[in-house]
């Protein structure tokens, strides 16, 4: 009974949104107008329903988008590593594990460095980069803020979309229904 309650929300809801996202997609110079010069879309849906808005940006935007799964780039980076190497490395920066995902100082590639690399190579391939299952850098230290002002994101000819599993209470934005989220420099679509 659950599962058709959120299905019936998501049938209702997603209309709306992606005729939001569409029109946003195509007006770029408004976009960046609303966003505060943001190069960015945030696209919020309730985290029980990111299959099915994943699902459905995948048929809409399949000859348009390339879609960037931030879970499949943090299996990589690990693999990248093997995992001995990357357990011992996060046992040793215990202290500071965010500078396992994001460390500007350190001359390696870092999960942040594969992603910015990843929405750069849709980028030249002439796709709108889409980031899914952004949950999985909860605990990374790697905030979508970071994603959005990055210079490579800020000068792309097409906005960036993130696909946002969140929730509205009290009128704030609550990704994955927990965190507080900031002042973006993106347009919402909630």
Known sequence: ????????????????????????????????????????????????????????????????????????????????????????????????PHKVFHDDEAPETDLFDMIVSNIETASKKGRIPFLLRTGCLYGTGIENQNILEHKTVMALPTPLVIFYPSSIQ???????????????RCTLIK
């Open 1 to 96: 009974m659950a599962t058709r309650r959120y299905a019936m929300s998501y049938m209702v809801e997603h209309k709306r949104k992606f005729d939001d996202l569409k029109f946003n997609i195509e007006n770029i110079d408004q976009l960046k107008r609303k966003s505060n010069g943001g190069n960015s879309i945030l696209f919020s849906f309730p985290p029980r329903e990111e299959r099915l808005y994943i699902d459905k940006a995948e048929e809409l935007y399949k000859d348009q988008a390339a879609f960037i799964d931030l879970a499949k780039l943090l299996v990589d980076f690990i693999d990248d590593e093997g995992w001995e190497a990357f357990e011992e490395y996060y046992k040793t920066m215990a202290s500071s």
């Open 170 to 184: 009290d009128g704030n934005l609550s990704f994955l229904n927990c965190k507080s989220a900031s002042k973006y």
